[in-house]
Structures are given as structure tokens and as C-alpha cells.
């Protein structure tokens, strides 16, 4: 308790088994400073921050806290989601915190972040240790290396204040837990101290801790599991949710652009980055971690090339990988060497159907390409480099790739490298049966780097055109003209729309995020789906698989096929990038008429029903709502198709290409629709008159109208559009101004 200006308190010294009283000014606080070269390495942002020019960039400038997915033990299933925003008070509320990592997920940057504002906010006296150099034999060893790291954070002649402290003032950091030389029961005394000693302890692992843990000499025993369930928080950093990845874009915008008075969160670019981000990271994909998401913000400013200025996924990944092959040897002599190691182990994984590789087929692999290539390779120590560099995982004399997409990335380079060869013939009979199984998402993703590398383009270009052209061949591209009558004349009349006078663009366009991450954590609870697993299967294009197989390879070829025109948006010439677009654009437009056939054949069935088959609901009321919800459908498939083929083929300065490519099609509505999305999303300029002449062509038409409404105040919701031009459109669109919201994508 506090007495006048000292607070009495009892601390144990070291390991001895008495207890001292000791007394402190309350003024002493504000003398442990943390030293200068310390504080610089803590606001250090690390290898992944942009280096350009002479700016001065810190940790906070583009450092998010990431959720944790928190469980209460190691066997507990069940797991509760900790947002970015209370993921501080989370961690220093008291107990230990055991936080798990993938590798690249922010375990350090958090550790640094955290002791940063632990101490900034006066919580307590944070002080951090490096698991790299811990080497505990016994819990006096780990006391001593506490009083070590906080000599060389704070300085000595603070030490007796430090320790004068109340636990409830003092904060342990530990990065890299796991890789720390101490055995699993002094481990277990280290917690036990640990709880007497500060009122919080952060301690971040690996994912492969929890295992080690409860494995000892590889028999797994009750003594020590039941040692492991002490009063410890386990959580897993999770990627950073679509509102905290809009933060750091914000971040890196404002650092990038400080003379611009524009703000991040209003601007065209900051969508676009948006957009281009979550493409690129998630589901199936690489995690949303902050390293990635700067490696691509990064790349992009630079415009390394015009692939990466055009938004092509084949390069902005090739440089989240050699940016992780660098983290260590930026300028590495071996990197030509180690790229032939890690293409040599991809292939032999992927052609054997295998996600882990033992030492010794690594070794035959080395073997044969020494005696094949009259070239050593360095194996253990390409290893050792490979696993500090997070490009490979290891557990028990096995390797794997930390990330699926880091192998795909290889097994692409092998052909690349190899498909022009004679003897390797074969080859290319893998890359047309990836190319028609492109529903698979390693199928996909080795596809798209196979674009990137440009080997072979023509031919799988022909290929996916021709694949394109199966998927629903027997049905003519939606017009959304007399084949969207039927929806026009039913019961379900025009949507009543509103428009706020000055639309929150950064309030409208957070509520997306927030939807979405809602989504997703939901989906991360309930599970899989049989459907979410079909996106898994290789399967090519027939007439009997299920319409959601078949709108899949739909999504999927589409994506393919605008990976051509981002990653060849200057190069490849201009009748070919129209033909290109050509393709999208009917496929998507076949896949919409097919959900139209769907929704039409449906309503005639129930317009077919008795009355006998009805009791409580009368037969008018279901068929009214039947029939509303058969007539939305199309009409919300429609809006999905504009806006996503606009994100897969947008690319700035291709204007000439977009309006020649509708040009060839033919005017129809639906073509049009698609036009005014691209142009709304990519052009310079506004497309006022396009859209003007659309809406007096629908005008009248229940369905398309709506339609055209739904698009065009979708993007002024989204954007900063000029206040006269909003007024045109809510006018001529006869949209009531006021403050309500109005349907978003």
C-alpha cells in the first residue's frame, strides 16, 4: 500500500526462500528509462518496411495489432476471437499469455509493439528477452538472465528500483519461447515464478510448440500434460481482420503520400489496395499477416514491373518470397543456388503427392542433382538458412514448405525451367491437365505463377480460352434485354432507393469490412463446408457436375484469365488482350444466364402450385415471396459478375482496350453493365454519359434498372465523388437524398 510518497512491498530476491521488505519513491517510476540504442531497435520496423529515400519510418507507423483466436488450454477446441482493438488490454490484464505464430505472422514486431506501449502507457516496466539466447539449466539461470535484460534495456544503477517495484509494475516479454535451450519442467518453474514476479508475462512460440510440449522423448505422459494446463492463456495469431488490414493500408498511405491533403481512407488508390490485398492474402491463399501485406504495398510503390504495376499475383508473390530469402542475407552469393534447391525439393513434393519430405529424400534429391548438374549443393547449411528464413518449416528430421504457396511458387520455377527439355516431355501434359483442372487452388496458383514466368504463354493461354469456352457452351451470353422480361413483369417491383445528401464514405466503407469479418468468423467456427471443399478438388468442366462445381470453375477460369491481362497489360498485344476480355466477358455473361434459366424455370414451378399444398402460409403469400426471391437472385448474381470481373481485369490506361473489347461484343445491356463497372473502377474519369445512356435505354425496366442503381450508388457510397455530380445522378435515377444507406456490393 501506498504510505505518503513509498510504497511497502515484499519481493523475493534471486532464488532465496526469504522474503525482504523494501520501500520505494513513488517518483522512481518515471527514472526507468529504457536506454536509447534499445528504444531505437524497439521502434525499428524490421526487414519488411519500404526503404525509400531518406524516410524515417517507425513500427508504429505500420505496425496493427493482429485478433488472437484465445483458447483456455491446450486440448480445448473451443475459441474465442480477441479483435485487434482489445487485443493490449487482453495481453496485460494480468496471467501469462502464451501467443502461437506461423512463421512471418508479427510474433516480434508484436513483442516490440508491445513493450513499446507497455511502457509508453506507464502499465508497468516492460522487460523483453530473445528465446534465441536463453540457455536455462535451472530457474536460477532464467533469474539472472531477467536481471541481464533488464541492465541492458534500462541500466544498472536502476536495478534496485526495478526490483523495488510491485509485481502489479512489472511486465515480461519473451520472444521466441520455443526456440529457448530449457527443458519442459523448468519450463514449468519459469511459469510458476513468472506468476509471483509480474502481473503479465507475453511469451510468443511457434507452431509446433504446444506438440513439444506435451510430447517428452516422444511418449506423451499425463504428468506432463496436466503440468501444461496450469493457469495459462493460449492464443494463435490469425490474420489481420479487413478493418485492421484497412489501418495498416491507411498507415502506409499516409507515410508514402504526406504532402497529399486527401484522406487514405476516401481515396480511389486505398480501395484499389484494398481490393488487390484480399485477393492476394486469406482463405486458401497466404495468411493476412502485416509482412506480406507491406512486402505488396511496398512492391507495388516501387513498380519493380509492369506486371506489378498492372496488380498481377505472379510477381507480387515472387517478391513476398525472395524478400523472406533475404531476411538474413540480403545479399546473398548462394540465392541462384538455393532457388534450384527449393524448385529440385517443390517438384519431387508435388509430383509424389507430398506435403512433408524426410532428410533422406532430400538427400537422393541433392544427390541426383549433383550428378545430373556437376553442381555441389550445400544441404544442411541451405537447410539451416532456408528454416531461419521461414521458407521451410522442420519437426523431426522432416521439412516442409511453411506455406503451400511457397511450394507452388517452386514447382512452377521447376517447369519453367525444365518444360522446354526433351526428356522432361511430360511436363507439358501437367501443365494442360492443371489448366483443365483449374478448380483446384494449387492448380490455380501454379497456373498463375506459369503466366508470370511467360514460358509457354501462347499456348496456356489457347488452352484456357478454349476451356472458357465449354463452360456452359450450349447457352447464349446474357443480354439482360427480352431474356430478363420475365423478371421485369413479375410481382417484385422496383427497389425504393435513398441516397445520404454527403454519403460517409469512410463509415460506409468500414461497415463492409465489419460484415465481412463477421463472415468470416463465423465461417472460421462452424467449419468447412462440403461446398468450401469442392474449391480444394481438380476437376475439369462436364455437363453432369453440380451448378456450384460448375459456377466455381466458372469464378476460377475468369480469375485465370485476368492474371493474362494484369500480368501482360503492356506487353501483349492489343487484339489479343481484346480477345482475352472477350472470353471473360461471355463466360461470365453464359453463368449469368444459367442462374437467370435457374430462377426462371423455379418461379414456373410455383406458379404451378395447388392450394391443397398449404395450410397455414396461404399459396398467394408463398408465391409472392417465391417469386421476389427468384427475381433478386439473378438480379444480385448480376451485380456480383459486374463487380467482379471489374476487379479481375481492371488495370489503369487500358481504356482503349475495354471499349474495343465492347465494342466487338455488341452493345447489349449486360455488356454495358460490365463497361460502366471497368470504367467507374479504373478510368480517369467518371463515366457520367455512359451511365446517363444506359439509364435512358432501362429506363422503365424494373429489373435492369435496379440493377444499373445498385452500381452506380454502390460507388458513390464507396467514393468521393464531386457533390454537383451526385445530385445529377440521384435526379436523373429519381433517388430521394437523405440519410439512409442504400444497397452496397
Given amino acids: 500500500n501506498w504510505t505518503e510518497k513509498h510504497y511497502s512491498s515484499k519481493i523475493q530476491l534471486e532464488s532465496d526462500s526469504n522474503w525482504y521488505d523494501l520501500k520505494m519513491e513513488r517518483t522512481s517510476r518515471q527514472r526507468l528509462n529504457i536506454n536509447a540504442a534499445i528504444m531505437k531497435y524497439l521502434c525499428d520496423p ?5 526503404q525509400l529515400g531518406n524516410m524515417d519510418i517507425e513500427l508504429k507507423d505500420v505496425f496493427e495489432y493482429p485478433d488472437l483466436r484465445v483458447r483456455r488450454d491446450l486440448r480445448s477446441m473451443e475459441v474465442s476471437i480477441k479483435k485487434s482493438e482489445s487485443v493490449f488490454t487482453f495481453l496485460t490484464e494480468g496471467g501469462i499469455r502464451i501467443i502461437q505464430g506461423a512463421p512471418l505472422s508479427g510474433k516480434t514486431s508484436l513483442t516490440k509493439a508491445l513493450m513499446l506501449d507497455v511502457y509508453a502507457k506507464g502499465i508497468a516496466t516492460p522487460v523483453r528477452l530473445d528465446g534465441n539466447i536463453l540457455n536455462c539449466r535451472s530457474i536460477d539461470d532464467f533469474e539472472r538472465a531477467v536481471r541481464n535484460a533488464f541492465r541492458s534495456q534500462y541500466s544498472n544503477d536502476q536495478e534496485d528500483l526495478y526490483y523495488q517495484l510491485s509485481p502489479e509494475k512489472r511486465c515480461i516479454i519473451i520472444d521466441d519461447w520455443h526456440i529457448a535451450f530449457i527443458s519442459s519442467n523448468v519450463r514449468y518453474q519459469i511459469h510458476e515464478w513468472l506468476e509471483h514476479f509480474a ?100 512492391a507495388l510503390e516501387t513498380h519493380k514491373t509492369d506486371a506489378i504495376a498492372g496488380g498481377s499475383l505472379g510477381p507480387l508473390y515472387e517478391v513476398l518470397i525472395f524478400t523472406a530469402l533475404g531476411k538474413n542475407k540480403p545479399e546473398d552469393p548462394q540465392i541462384s543456388k538455393k532457388l534450384a534447391f527449393l524448385q529440385e525439393i517443390g517438384f519431387f513434393m508435388w509430383s509424389k503427392h507430398m506435403e512433408v519430405i524426410s532428410l533422406n529424400d532430400i538427400e537422393g534429391i541433392v ?8 553442381s555441389k549443393l550445400p544441404m544442411e547449411e541451405f537447410l539451416s538458412e532456408l528454416v531461419a528464413a521461414k521458407i ?61 514466368f511467360e514460358k509457354e504463354k501462347n499456348r496456356i493461354i489457347d488452352r484456357l480460352l478454349k476451356n472458357a469456352n465449354m ?44 460484415y465481412s469479418d463477421r463472415r468470416d468468423e463465423m465461417a472460421l467456427m462452424k467449419g468447412e463446408s462440403q461446398d468450401e471443399m469442392s474449391k480444394h478438388a481438380a476437376y475439369s468442366y462436364r455437363d453432369d457436375l453440380p451448378e ?66 398449404f395450410s397455414e402460409l396461404s399459396l398467394l403469400e408463398f408465391k ?11 438480379q444480385l448474381y448480376a451485380l456480383v459478375i459486374c463487380t467482379s470481373v471489374s476487379e479481375v481485369v481492371g488495370v489503369v490506361d487500358m481504356d482503349r482496350v475495354y471499349l474495343e473489347t465492347v465494342d466487338e461484343l455488341g452493345h447489349s445491356v449486360a455488356v454495358r453493365m460490365i463497361g460502366v463497372t471497368v470504367q467507374m473502377n479504373h478510368f480517369r474519369s467518371f463515366p457520367e ?17 435496379t440493377l444499373l442503381e445498385w452500381l452506380v450508388i454502390s460507388y458513390v457510397r464507396l467514393h468521393k465523388v464531386d457533390v454537383g455530380l451526385r445530385k445529377r445522378l440521384a435526379n436523373m435515377f429519381g433517388i430521394k437524398v437523405r440519410e439512409l444507406a442504400a444497397p452496397v456490393s
Fill in 624 to 634: 409472392h415471396l417465391a417469386e421476389d426471391f427468384f427475381v433478386l437472385l439473378p
Fill in 199 to 298: 502481473k503479465s508475462s507475453i511469451l510468443t512460440v511457434d507452431k509446433t510448440y504446444q506438440v513439444r510440449e506435451l510430447i517428452s522423448n516422444r511418449v506423451l505422459t499425463e504428468e506432463l500434460a496436466e503440468k501444461v494446463q496450469q493457469p495459462i492463456i493460449q492464443a494463435d495469431i490469425g490474420d489481420l481482420s479487413r478493418v485492421s488490414r484497412a489501418h495498416l493500408i491507411h498507415s502506409w498511405l499516409r507515410v508514402m503520400r504526406p504532402s497529399i491533403n486527401d484522406l487514405p481512407e476516401e481515396s480511389k488508390e486505398s480501395r484499389r489496395l484494398e481490393i488487390l490485398v484480399s485477393q492476394m492474402l486469406g482463405k486458401d491463399r497466404l495468411p493476412a499477416f502485416p509482412f506480406f501485406i507491406l512486402c505488396i504495398l511496398h
Fill in 689 to 705: 454519359r455512359e451511365i446517363h445512356e444506359l439509364y435512358e435505354y432501362v429506363k422503365g425496366d424494373p429489373f435492369t434498372e
Fill in 548 to 613: 456450384a462445381y460448375k459456377l466455381h470453375l466458372v469464378s476460377q477460369t475468369i480469375n485465370a484469365l485476368g492474371q493474362i491481362v494484369r500480368n501482360f497489360s503492356v506487353d501483349l498485344p492489343g487484339p489479343r488482350k481484346v480477345e482475352v476480355l472477350k472470353h471473360i466477358y461471355m463466360l461470365a455473361l453464359r453463368s449469368l444466364a444459367r442462374v437467370m434459366d435457374v430462377s426462371k424455370t423455379i418461379i414456373a414451378h410455383v406458379r404451378m402450385l395447388e392450394k391443397a399444398e
Fill in 392 to 452: 521451410l518449416s522442420t519437426q523431426d528430421s522432416s521439412y516442409s514448405f511453411s506455406y503451400p504457396q511457397y511450394r507452388f511458387y517452386f514447382v512452377a520455377r521447376y517447369i519453367r525451367a525444365h518444360i522446354e527439355e526433351p526428356e522432361y516431355i511430360a511436363l507439358q501434359d501437367y501443365v494442360d491437365n492443371m489448366i483443365d483442372q483449374i478448380s483446384s487452388t494449387e492448380n490455380a496458383m501454379i497456373v498463375t505463377f506459369l503466366i508470370y
Fill in 471 to 514: 463452360i456452359y457452351i450450349n447457352l447464349l451470353p446474357a443480354r439482360l434485354e427480352e431474356d430478363a422480361k420475365e423478371f421485369s413483369s413479375s410481382n417484385l417491383g422496383r427497389f425504393s432507393m435513398t441516397l445520404e445528401e454527403d454519403p460517409d464514405v469512410v463509415e460506409n466503407r468500414n461497415a463492409i469490412r465489419v
Fill in 367 to 374: 544427390k541426383t542433382f549433383e550428378i545430373t548438374n556437376y
Fill in 46 to 50: 524490421g526487414f519488411a518496411a519500404p
